[in-house]
């Protein structure tokens, strides 16, 4: 396991709706970032927090925002669901924005938008 | 953000026999990762070879990098019916550590 914790870890939605996910990262890393994988693909960069600040987006629509928390937890928001958020979503926390190395994803929170 | 491309897109093969898959990359790199995902759960860091590094080792993993080609491959000897999963390459450069871009994978199924 790698200490990062998300929730919910599943979760059902209808159209037009709004989603916020969780995410605690682990302990002593201050660089999140977020990821989207939908079925039979890999995962997309969303964006990365570090240390309270976004620090880069992917491309990826402005109804997907996110937070980062001064315990370097963070949440993903998604507003006006589409059928097309359906997806398992990914956070991952790293040491250091500045620091090479491995990222440790959670487990993932698997979206359904019906 | 880099781009790795996994190559063959699927894999199968006979527990104890060996499994090579193969990334490519687009442009130069810091470092090359290799993730591996169990059926929809999350990535887990295989092993991370710097640009100046041509060779690692880790237990049954070995990966090597050809910055020339632009290329990287990942052995995994002996394999078990465990190992299978999806396998994914990133690649790293500038200051983007932490924005991974990952190709489709490849799906290795290893039969007991």
């Known amino acids: 396991e790698t200490g990062v914790t998300q929730s919910p870890t599943h979760l059902i939605k209808t159209r037009g709706q709004q989603v916020t996910l969780r995410c605690s990262s682990q302990s002593g890393h201050n660089t999140v970032s977020w990821y989207q994988q939908a079925l039979g693909q890999g995962p997309q960069f969303i964006f990365q927090?570090?240390?309270?600040?976004?620090?880069g987006r992917g491309n990826f629509p402005p109804r997907f925002s996110g937070l980062q928390f001064p315990n370097y937890s963070s949440e993903l928001n998604v507003n006006a669901l589409e059928l097309d958020d359906s997806a398992l979503y990914l956070c991952?926390?790293?040491?250091?924005?500045?620091?090479?190395?491995?990222?440790?994803f959670g487990e993932g929170s698997r979206l359904t938008v019906l | 953000s880099q781009q790795g491309e996994e190559d063959p897109q699927a894999l199968s093969i006979q527990e104890g026999e060996n499994a090579t898959m193969n990334c490519s990359y687009k442009t130069s790199i810091n470092n090359l990762q290799w993730y591996r995902q169990n059926s929809g759960r999350g990535l887990v860091h295989l092993i991370l070879?710097?640009?100046?590094?041509r060779e690692k080792h880790s237990g049954r993993l070995r990966v090597t990098l050809d910055t020339s080609k632009k290329s990287s491959s990942l052995l995994i000897t002996a394999s078990r019916a465990a190992d299978t999963a999806s396998y994914f390459c990133?690649?790293?450069?500038?200051?983007?550590?932490?924005?991974?871009?990952f190709g489709q994978g490849t799906i290795l199924t290893v039969h007991p």
């Open positions: 990133c690649s790293t450069g500038g200051t983007s550590y932490g924005k991974l871009t």
């Open positions: 991952a926390s790293s040491l250091d924005l500045r620091e090479v190395g491995e990222l440790f």
């Open positions: 070879i710097r640009s100046n590094e």
């Open positions: 927090y570090y240390r309270e600040e976004e620090n």
